[in-house]
């Protein structure tokens, strides 16, 4: 079991920056692969981005290629999500979500099912 905190949300205007953290409790999150989905009003919750167990493997919607950046920290319990270049249609509640398991595979990242547990959402609003 463990349980996920996100914070970092905010409100920025168009081709700012954010950095989403995400706290982990458990003493299993380093054998978990991590990810990054998002929920924009009235659509349904996106893959974002993903990490292995080790950090060696990362995967990312088309969508947030080139501008945002997946990592994470062992030591300190915590998977980062760094987010350049906003944009309006970025603009979505920020979820981090955990797997019980060291990896996905490639066709797996993307589906929010391959994930077990959820931490409560951070909002993102990205003004034009």
């Known amino acids: 079991q463990v349980q996920l905190v996100e914070s970092g949300g905010g409100l920025v205007q168009a081709g700012g920056s954010l950095r989403l953290s995400c706290a982990a409790s458990?003493?299993?999150?380093?054998?978990?692969?991590m990810g990054w989905c998002r929920q924009a009003p009235g659509k349904e919750r996106e893959f974002v981005a993903g990490?292995?167990?080790?950090?060696?493997?990362?995967y990312y919607a088309d969508s947030v290629k080139g501008r945002f950046t997946i990592s994470r920290d062992n030591a300190k319990n915590t998977v980062y999500l760094q987010m350049n270049s906003l944009k309006p249609e970025d603009t979505a509640v920020y979820y981090c979500a955990a797997v019980r398991s060291p990896t996905l595979g490639a066709s797996s990242w993307g589906r929010t099912t391959a994930y077990d547990y959820w931490g409560q959402g951070t909002q993102v609003t990205v003004s034009s």
């Open positions: 990490i292995s167990w080790s950090g060696g493997t990362t």
């Open positions: 458990g003493r299993d999150f380093s054998t978990y692969a």
